[in-house]
């Protein structure tokens, strides 16, 4: 299951204790790899769903203590091992079959609940291996993964709308008087930018309401979440730098960003809502 993607947040960085690199890369490779059954390629919807089938025929298997294929053989000794919740990795096949059939979310209740299948997950996994469940540590996870959920949809809005999908919620292009012909034509009206302003608005807000969760997390383990939290909110201001145009000026991380970064990340965790330097 091999992984070649470009990630604006780290994954199994040398910020985290060794102890959970091989856990967490084996988490990732089996997400990235099932997304990119539903994302990439040129598979029919049939054949996407014929081979997700694959991931959750594998996933039972697993939770009922059951031999898998060598390719699930690392996820099973991980589950195994730290007693991880399957139902959680089932969350995210979910979150991916639907990607295979839905292309539109009517209001912004119908995205949350994507993103509580499509990235919550992640957060809830890692704090499994973290030893950290209570409820106010889920809260503030959920917060920060769907915050940067929402992150990736606004700066890939372009890139969805090749594969067909429109992320922004419906009744907000209705309530500030956009279009899809604007996405189409990659236009940015007055409209545009205030519809931009108030999505890069929310996922902000998630994103921060997450932070006291870097105080909970121990040692080199908050650190790497402080610089995940830190790289969503960058990729926010560099939405509103360009006021909503995506477009022309789709945002990444670049390694002045990360210098950036590593000089906010002490001030991050003194309160909810901090005025970063």
């Known amino acids: 299951m091999p992984v070649d993607h470009y990630e604006n947040f780290p994954v199994a960085s040398l910020l985290l204790p060794a102890r959970l690199r091989r856990p967490i890369e084996a988490i990732y490779h089996f997400a990235r790899a099932a997304d990119d059954v539903a994302d990439e390629g040129s598979l029919t919807a049939c054949e996407r769903q014929q081979q997700l089938g694959i991931y959750f025929n594998a996933l039972e298997r ?5 031999d898998c294929v060598p390719a699930f053989a690392n996820l099973a000794a991980t589950v195994r091992e730290w ?9 995210l096949l979910l979150a991916f079959a639907q990607d295979i059939v839905k292309t539109r979310y009517a209001d912004f209740a119908e995205l949350h609940d994507y993103c509580r299948r499509s990235a919550n997950p992640v957060g809830r996994l890692l704090l499994h291996l973290a030893g950290r469940t209570d409820d106010d540590a889920c809260r503030c996870s959920d917060a920060v993964c769907t915050g940067l959920q929402l ?6 809005v372009a890139l969805d709308w090749d594969k067909g999908r429109v992320y922004l919620p419906q009744s907000d292009l209705v309530r500030f008087g956009v279009r899809e012909d604007d996405i189409r034509d990659a236009r940015c009206p007055p409209a545009w930018q205030a519809l931009m302003e108030f999505q890069v608005a929310r996922a902000d807000a998630l994103l921060r309401e997450g932070i006291p969760l870097v105080r909970v997390l121990p040692g080199r383990l908050g650190w790497e ?10 990729i926010l201001e560099k939405i509103r730098a360009h006021s909503g145009d995506v477009f022309r000026h789709r945002p990444t991380l670049r390694p002045a960003d990360w210098l950036t970064l590593s000089l906010r990340a002490p001030f991050i965790a003194r309160a909810s809502h901090p005025a970063l330097p």
């Open 83 to 91: 007693q991880l919740p399957v139902p959680l990795l089932r969350d």
């Open 225 to 234: 979440i402080r610089l995940t939290i830190l790289g969503g909110l960058r």
């Open 151 to 156: 992150a990736n949809f606004w700066q890939d």
């Open 62 to 66: 697993i939770e009922a203590g059951q």
